[in-house]
């Protein structure tokens, strides 16, 4: 196993709890897609998988190793972490920006080299951004942003890759070609795990979905059995319905009349 989650609890100082009793696994080339409410948890999740966060309880299983006992720079050639946002500072280039992404796989005070330039370029076309490579990152939209984020954490090459609502800023064909990026990772063996507020997408992705509740309290199955009518219904609150498209050959999500 790739990640390994058990009875993992975490809150902030002085706050009630955020995540109780939540159990995971995640195993190469599998793809989990983690929806639910507004505040329930989901971006404290990836920190907690990420080491960003300190747990209250519980342990969490990198690779086989216990987090707490790995470096920075050790769980950042594990695991790659697109966050929500972004916001940039120095006007680097799109491609010095990706080319970052390649620090953790570098000795101290090393200076990339041809292959990692090689490897930022291929990033950058795998994202669609080769004709922005050479524009000054702090130029380019808050769409171009994240898509350039996703580059940087896919540069290295890690066995899994963490997106923090990796569609939020996008426009429709872009929000298709990063899932689409998602489910090529998995095929090629890299584990993904996708926050996202669109039940659709998660449908799509298929794989593993997991669902947090208000209360941090998490679930997870196949998506095809879990993400039931029933079940999106209580999570936004709303009339979501689920049907078989007989013309896309899947299920979908559709929204009710406003």
Do not use: W
């Not at 507004?38 to 080491?51: D, E, R, V």
């Not at 998602?182 to 795990?193: D, F, I």
């Amino acid at each position: 196993m790739l990640y390994e989650i058990h009875d993992l609890n975490f809150s902030y100082p002085g706050g009630p709890p955020v995540l109780e009793q939540v159990c995971l696994t995640l195993k190469e080339g599998e793809i989990l897609t983690v929806l639910g409410p507004n505040g329930a948890g989901k971006s404290t999740l990836l920190n907690c998988m990420m080491g960003l966060l300190p747990t209250r309880a519980g342990a969490v299983r990198l690779c086989g190793r216990d987090i707490t006992a790995m470096s920075e720079r050790e769980i950042a050639r594990l695991a790659g972490y697109v966050p929500q946002n972004h916001t940039p500072v120095f006007d680097y280039s799109v491609l010095e920006f990706v080319l970052m992404g390649r620090a953790a796989l570098l000795s101290p005070l090393a200076r990339p080299g041809p292959e990692d330039r090689r490897e930022a370029e291929q990033a950058l076309e795998a994202m669609g951004l080769s004709h922005l490579a050479h524009r000054p990152y702090t130029d380019i939209s808050g769409g171009e942003r994240q898509q350039a984020t996703v580059a940087r954490a896919i540069v290295r090459h890690p066995k899994v890759v963490l997106f923090d609502e990796p569609t939020a800023h996008l426009d429709f064909g872009n929000q298709l070609r990063v899932l689409r990026m998602v489910r090529r990772l998995s095929e090629e063996g890299y584990a993904t795990v996708v926050t996202t507020h669109n039940p659709d997408h998660a449908i799509l992705l298929g794989g593993t979905a997991a669902v947090l509740d208000r209360q941090g309290c998490l679930r997870s199955g196949p998506a095809e059995e879990l993400l039931t009518e029933e079940l999106l219904r209580q999570i936004y609150d709303t009339q979501l319905l689920v049907r078989y498209n007989e013309e896309l050959g899947r299920r979908v999500c559709l929204y009710p009349p406003l």
